[in-house]
T-cell receptor
Framework: AQSVSQHNHHVILSEAASLELGCNYS??????LFWYVQYPGQHLQLLLK??????LVKGIKGFEAEFIKSKFSFNLRKPSVQWSDTAEYFC????????????FGGGTRVLVKP | GAVVSQHPSRVICKSGTSVKIECRSL??????MFWYRQFPKQSLMLMAT?????????EQGVEKDKFLINHASLTLSTLTVTSAHPEDSSFYIC????????????FGQGTRLTVV
């Protein structure tokens, strides 16, 4: 069965700290991977995506993620967070053959203290 | 990027009544749309795939008679929660694929349903 799991439910950081959110996937085929962010009261927004090619993907707002096939992981990183990065982050995956039917991880709430 | 709009953003209804939620792709056509449900402090769970001009495909455990989906045009899918009960209270979100080869999903702002 397809699954996406996120390691942390809640993360609390101070501004300028580095952030890494874990994501592991389990799929029976070639997979597209995504990270979405949901700011309080707003839509889900795409941070970055991986389809193929360079396993280090750079997204918006200084975020990046690394696809490590051997570890079935797609961890999200940001070297120096800001208070405005306070949000909920979702890892998601979808089989390439299934269009954009996504399976979401449980989400990680990130609180950045000023 | 492409815009997906949901309406209403919030709705309160009485038990036993039905509620319709609309999902529109504003600047692109979508032959497929997806409906998700998000419980408080939980992740999004895919409920069904809405297919323009044909029947929706429901995920395991989702009652098709309870959650009626209609995708009558290339820009509109509707989800009707029939005979709503308090346990149907949730956040419902739709998405539509767009971009090159439909590889990116764009999400609506969601609809918070409260059944009293």
């Amino acid at each position: 069965a397809q699954s996406v799991s996120q390691h942390n439910h809640h993360v609390i950081l101070s501004e300028a700290a580095s952030l890494e959110l874990g994501c592991n996937y389990s799929y029976g085929g070639t997979v597209n991977l995504f990270w979405y962010v949901q700011y309080p009261g707003q839509h889900l927004q795409l941070l970055l995506k991986y389809f193929s090619g360079d396993p280090l993907v750079k997204g918006i707002k200084g975020f990046e993620a690394e696809f490590i096939k051997s570890k079935f992981s797609f961890n999200l990183r940001k070297p120096s967070v800001q208070w405005s990065d306070t949000a909920e982050y979702f890892c998601a995956g979808g089989l390439k053959a299934a269009g954009n039917k996504l399976t979401f991880g449980g989400g990680t709430r990130v609180l950045v203290k000023p | 990027g492409a815009v997906v709009s949901q309406h209403p953003s919030r709705v309160i209804c009485k038990s036993g009544t039905s509620v319709k939620i609309e999902c529109r792709s504003l600047d692109f056509q979508a032959t497929t749309m997806f409906w998700y449900r998000q419980f408080p402090k939980q992740s999004l769970m895919l409920m069904a795939t809405s297919n323009e001009g044909s029947k929706a495909t429901y995920e395991q455990g989702v009652e098709k008679d309870k959650f009626l989906i209609n995708h009558a045009s290339l820009t509109l899918s509707t989800l009707t929660v029939t005979s709503a009960h308090p346990e149907d209270s949730s956040f419902y979100i739709c998405s539509a694929p767009s971009g090159t080869l439909n590889t990116e999903a764009f999400f609506g702002q969601g609809t918070r349903l409260t059944v009293v």
